[in-house]
């Protein structure tokens, strides 16, 4: 059945099955006010919105996309490369080094944190009984014996009506149970008014505290970052385990092809691909590797794809993948294992190819050389390889329900991603609306698009004013 209508259940475009997608809140900027009146009206005066149309030829009005062989949907598709991605071992890293990956062990403490009691702020350390009753206008008077800084041992003890001087971090005398902010205090050197009574335990830091020997001090699977950066130096590891980033090749086909320090010749294009995709892999948390533009002749390249296996965790090749320039490099990933090329009900970058290579079974994913296909089908399909060998829990962007500020067509059969800007909508939520129209540079409108607009394959019309999902485009996310 086709729907028209103004709203996209596409959730879970992009993800294999029995993955949830969230829908979190997103930094986005705010729209500008609109006068009163639906979406795409000003004052009075109707403005017909320009519909966006793009995309294939529409499948048969009785057929699905995943009705035909010929033809998988995103899902299955996504599901293949998925199961075949490696889980690289985890590898052990200084800490510094292991920035930004996921833990791979339960570090366990050896130490206690605090390793003494201490003081927690600049004070006086003191008995609580002794200053409970104090008051402003009626200030308990203890005799100072003397002074503990950080790094220095503290006397030994103190007893009734006695008090040491503090400062955070201190160590803290022995029967000291409290400490008196000096700010509660006339700050005196050698007796000192106590103006206000905190209860006992205020203040202090007790031995273990924090961590306790035997404690797990980070856990297998928690992202480093610089709160645990601390905690593991606090408990002395300066190296840890944590599952590696993986290391992507990322290569472009092409006969057609000169490197960005070229003057392209007519009929020839500059290899934009490899610098993209390659900052795309380092974005979603990859070591990645621009090998740049494949040669042509059959030996060489077949000696360049070995030599790039063996650095490999997962190869990305883009190139017109259905032209008969893409043969050769078809027959030399035949001879190192099997790769499968397939329409996928998706648009742009219908065409796709996967499979694994040489004795280890290194995935290679193929994608369609147009720019703009090349990086759509990166998010779709690559970002969630990488993430799933990262070990992220969640392996795709999440998505936000927008309100569509124009009407949106899309073929029936296929799901569409658009380039849009998404932004905060004065009244709440959010409104999208397409970057540009069929006249502008492709190249350009994806820069200064925020986000993708996912349309279901079984919605052939989006109404101005209708809800869609919007998958954000931000750095890192």
Known sequence: ???????????????????????????????????????????STPVPPKPALTGPVPLPADGRSDASPMVRTVERHLDEILAAVPQPDAIELAVLDAQGLLCAEDVVSQRALPAFDQAALEGY???????????????????????????????????????????????????????????WTD???ARVAVQAGPPPGSYVR???????????????????????ISLLAAVGRDRVLVRPRPRVVVLSAGSELVDVTAAPAPGQVVDVNSYALAAA??????????????????????????????????????????????????????????????????????????????????????????????????????????????GKRQLFRRTVQAISGQQLLSPLGYRQYLHGTVMRHPDGGYVVEPVGDATDALLARMARANCLIVIDEDVTEVAAGGLVTVMPLLLGG
């Open 281 to 390: 892999a380092r974005d979603a948390g990859a070591d990645a590797y621009r090998s740049g533009i494949l040669p042509a002749d059959p030996r060489r390249l077949s000696e360049v794809l070995e030599s790039q296996l063996l650095r490999s965790d997962l190869m990305l090749i883009s190139g017109t993948l259905s032209g008969s320039g893409f043969d050769v490099v078809q027959e030399a990933l035949a001879q190192l294992g099997e790769t499968r090329f397939r329409q996928v009900a998706m648009h742009p970058g219908p065409a796709q190819g996967f499979g694994q290579l040489g004795r280890d079974g290194v995935p290679v994913i193929c994608v369609p050389g147009e720019p703009v296909a090349a990086l759509v089908s990166f998010e779709v399909f690559v970002r969630p390889a990488i993430r799933l060998m990262l």
């Open 187 to 189: 700050n005196g050197t």
């Open 125 to 183: 350390a003191a008995r609580a009984e002794d200053v409970a009753p104090a008051s402003v206008r009626r200030p308990v008077e203890l005799a100072v014996v003397g002074e503990s800084v950080a790094g220095l041992d503290a006397p030994t003890a103190i007893g009734p009506g006695l008090a040491v001087k503090v400062s955070a971090g201190a160590m803290l005398p022995a029967g000291a149970d409290v400490v008196v902010p000096g700010v």
């Open 1 to 43: 059945m086709v729907r028209m209508s103004g709203h996209s259940d596409s959730g879970n475009s992009g993800g294999g099955s029995g993955v949830n997608r969230d829908t979190a809140q997103v930094d986005m900027p705010v729209a500008p006010p609109q006068r009163s009146g639906p979406i795409g009206v000003r004052g």
């Open 206 to 228: 007790r031995t273990g505290d924090d961590v306790a020997p035997g404690d797990s001090a980070v856990h297998v699977g928690t992202p480093i970052g610089p709160a645990q």
